[in-house]
């Protein structure tokens, strides 16, 4: 389980350097479908109503920190916000996007001070 939450926390660590030098690292049309639908996926599983499932006793031990990777989606989302292509297939993704589900991030990270 450690071994899980440890690459979904390094993998997150390494997209936000790419995007943070490359912002359309993603946007060919093999990956901006892929890239969206999987922040849109980490988002889901992270905003308000489902993050409290993440908290229970020991839940360092096991690697998991799920504020610190909200703070990296966001930025991920920041680094991208020029990227046409990208966002299009973010905000066409019907399956996982919502303005909510954004906005429920925003206010998660600024409750916890991220």
Same mark, same amino acid.
């Given at each position: 389980m450690k071994a899980n939450f440890d690459l979904a926390? @390094?993998? +997150?660590?390494?997209?936000?350097? %790419?995007? #943070?030098f490359v912002p359309?690292? *993603?946007?060919?049309d093999e990956w901006k479908n892929k890239f969206a639908s999987i922040l849109n996926f980490f988002a889901n599983k992270?905003?308000?109503k489902e *993050?409290? /499932? @993440? /908290? *229970?006793?020991? !839940?360092? /031990?096991?690697?998991?920190?799920?504020?610190? %990777?909200?703070?990296? +989606?966001?930025?991920? @989302? $920041?680094? !991208?916000?020029g990227e046409d292509? $990208? $966002?299009k297939e973010i905000v066409g993704d019907e399956r996982s996007y919502s303005d909510n589900l954004l906005l429920d991030l925003g206010k998660t #990270?600024? #409750?916890k001070k991220l």
């Open positions: 926390k @390094y993998s +997150l660590k390494l997209v936000v350097k %790419m995007t #943070a359309g690292c *993603f946007s060919s992270l905003h308000r *993050f409290n /499932k @993440y /908290k *229970f006793p020991g !839940i360092e /031990k096991h690697g998991l920190k799920p504020l610190e %990777m909200i703070k990296n +989606l966001l930025e991920i @989302y $920041i680094n !991208i916000q292509d $990208i $966002i #990270a600024w #409750a």
